[in-house]
């Protein structure tokens, strides 16, 4: 019983958040390796990063001047206008999940 | 808003308890969309909450026989005593805890007309979409001699859990100088790297702990995943210990007997002290039964929408698709069921689905401190999924120690992130 009001709180809590907009291209796979924000994990997470600075990491990783284990060869698979849609959308999911 | 169809969902549960009780199986969740999702592993439990995320309003029910799902990715290591079955696995409680019902029973059939799943206790599912993700069978049909009662003898352990813990246990009764054999299917299959994988993780065991035995591996295949960079990795760390027979060195396995343990190939008898059998697999029994399996044994699907190209309104994502150029992974289940989700929630608000790309990676390790990977994007073409060409590939063939241990991290922070957004 207060297993379920709890739930219910919870899913309230959930239902006031605002939605994110609908994820482009490739935007919900990075999620597979990099984790939402506090687990601190080998992989940095993209969360509280500027759109402006993953871009920027992207086209590091594609142009080989950041050296990188696997990054080189999935930034590869996305052109400029994808990586920046997806930059925007992972800024954006961070707005859109920030506590109240 | 919500908060009725919580109530519905609830009413729901209750009602097919009490009324499947009574013999007379009613439809849960009438008014309301409704999705349900048939399988709860990489694929199902992750669509299943993505549905839920994109859209709270949505009812969402997993169907999964389990209460505790056995995660394959990192049994390898479990099989080479190198970690314990316990940290593969998971409980539905976080998804529970996204508002999704639960129901563990096996769907045993489809209504296609009516729009309904069958449950084993007869108790049936309205649904507006489907989503069918049940992962593999494996064929007890294919290698004569390899039937249910041989797994004893001759373990799979390509389904994580009771298997792969006897496998392990065989491996530590061995005694020094004992052969153990492999044997790897034909393609496709559930993870291509996976059988090569375990052959390097059991020869590290071996080399550790029994240092005169030795492995064979007899291959349905010519070729395998990551071929190169773990043959160079063996030469390395395991000169002698592991020989590999391709398909035209007489790798194919054509009959087995466990009461001996003797593998049959064209080109000879082999005889093992731990028999390792990797048969060949189709879709899960469910996909056959709900129609959208074809005569491969696995189910075609649009590359957009990852719906049935043989059933509209079901689709089916993870190892049970054809998922053209992507291999079956639990790095793809996840992110096909992502991509799946937002696709079914554009179609019940008949919106036009985006066209999507997907990426997958995998991780293997050739010893603990050693990971190699292979990487993939994948987009639609001609009506599969292809690979984006200039994207993706393996590691370097030859990279620093240091690479080699940076990517074996990265293997493991990949499996905590990744059942951390399935099941956490
Ligand atoms: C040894 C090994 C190592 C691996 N390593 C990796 C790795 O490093 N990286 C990687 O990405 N992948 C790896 N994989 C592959 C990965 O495990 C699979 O690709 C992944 O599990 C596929 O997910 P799925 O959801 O399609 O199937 P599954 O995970 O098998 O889930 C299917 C679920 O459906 C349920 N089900 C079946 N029939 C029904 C029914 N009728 N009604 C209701 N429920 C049903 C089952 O109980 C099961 O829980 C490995 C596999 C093996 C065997």
Redesign the pocket.
Known sequence: MRRELLLLAVLGVVAAMPVAAEAPAGATACAGCHAPAGRDLPVPTLSGRTPESIVADMQAFRSGSRPATVMDRIAKGFSDGETRAIANWLASKDHASAKP | MRQPSRRTVLQGVAASGAVAALGAPPAIGQAQSRVVV?????????CARALKQEDHNLAVTL????TL?T??????EV?AGLREIEAQQFTYDGVRRDGIEVVH????GVDHAARRVR??DGAEIEYARLVV?????LRFDAIPGYSETAVEAMPH????GGQ?VLLRRQLAEMADGGTVVISSPPNPF??P???Y??ASLIAHYLKLSKPKSKLIILDAKDQFSKQRLFQAAWQELYPGLIEWVSLSMGGRVTEVDPSTKTLITEFGNHEADVANV?PPQRA???AA?AGVADQTGWCPIDPVTFESKLQPGIHV?????IGGAM????????AQ?KVCAAAVISLLRDRKPAEPKLI?????LVAPDYGISIAGVYRPKDGLLAEVEGAGGTSPLSAPASVRAAEAVY?DS??RT?TGEVFA
């Open positions: 048939i399988g709860g592993g990489f694929a199902g439990a992750s169907v999964e026989p389990q799902y995660a394959c990715p990192f049994s390898n099989i029973q096996a769907a045993t449950l084993a993700a049940p992962g593999v069978d352990a390509w389904k994580a792969t559930r993870c790297p996976g059988p994988e375990r990797i899960g029994a469910i039964m994502i993870g190892d049970a698709a291999p079956k992974s639990a790095f793809t289940a996840n069921a997958n990676t995998c991780y293997s293997a990949w499996f990744i």
